[in-house]
């Protein structure tokens, strides 16, 4: 089996408390923290940069997940490394030169991950999915946080699911599938069932009085699936 990874966005955190808000969640069972940037021209809301990364990063004891919904994508990739995150992910419109920007992410010490809006199609994918350490399907319209679940996020989870089981048979490399938008406890096993094995859960988490049972809840629910 999988192993499925939780990854709370705190982006729906109390932000006036942010540091305590990223210590409950892990007491809570977090596997990574998900940072969303954003920069109010690629998406219409504007959060939280490398400043707040390189904050959190002493008490953050998981990796932290950035989620980059920025344009330009290059120019700020080393200041996040540089900030301790771990994981760096794009967008696939948002960078002029994908294979580029890749390689920028893992020369600067970090994972890999490209984004798919929901109508980015998965073609994107060919030529680079062997570079990638995560693939990441946006299962809501990047901006904010609280929307509802795009059930087509299922069809392309599986497609993707295939492809990087495909690969990894022949060269032994692990991608992870991470799904972003709209996951709660109610809905998580089907889309675990479609193949995703990293969730991002903003609301469904910050939102409910006891982050770890609600945590605990999703683990629950895909370990069933
Ligand atoms: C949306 C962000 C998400 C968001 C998820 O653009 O990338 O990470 O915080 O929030 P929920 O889980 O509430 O949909
Ligand atoms: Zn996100």
Do not use: W
């Amino acid at each position: 089996m999988r192993h499925c990874e939780i990854a709370p966005s705190i982006l729906s955190a109390d932000f006036s408390r942010l540091g305590e808000e990223v210590r409950a969640v892990i007491a809570g069972g977090a596997d990574l923290i998900h940072f969303d940037v954003m920069d109010n021209h690629y998406v219409p809301n504007l959060t939280i940069g490398p400043l707040v990364c390189e904050a959190l990063k002493p008490i953050t004891t998981v990796p932290i997940d950035v989620h980059l919904m920025v344009k330009p994508v290059d120019r700020i990739v080393p200041e996040f490394a540089k900030a301790g995150a771990s994981i760096i992910s794009f967008h696939f419109e948002a960078s002029e030169h994908v294979d580029r920007t890749i390689a920028l992410i893992h020369d600067c010490g970090c994972k890999a991950g490209l984004v798919l809006n929901p109508a980015t199609p998965l073609n994107c994918l060919d030529h680079v999915l062997d570079k990638l350490d995560l693939v990441l399907i946006m299962s809501v319209n990047p901006g904010f946080a609280g929307q509802a679940f795009i059930p087509e996020a299922l069809a392309k989870l599986t497609h993707v699911r295939s492809r990087i089981d495909a690969l990894t048979r022949l060269t032994g490399r692990e991608i992870r599938l991470e799904v972003d938008g709209g996951v709660k406890v109610e809905n998580i096993a089907s889309i675990a069932k479609a193949g995703a094995d990293t969730f991002v859960a903003g609301s469904a988490i910050f939102d409910a009085a006891d982050y770890a049972e609600t945590i605990a809840a999703m683990r629950a629910a895909v370990a069933a699936a």
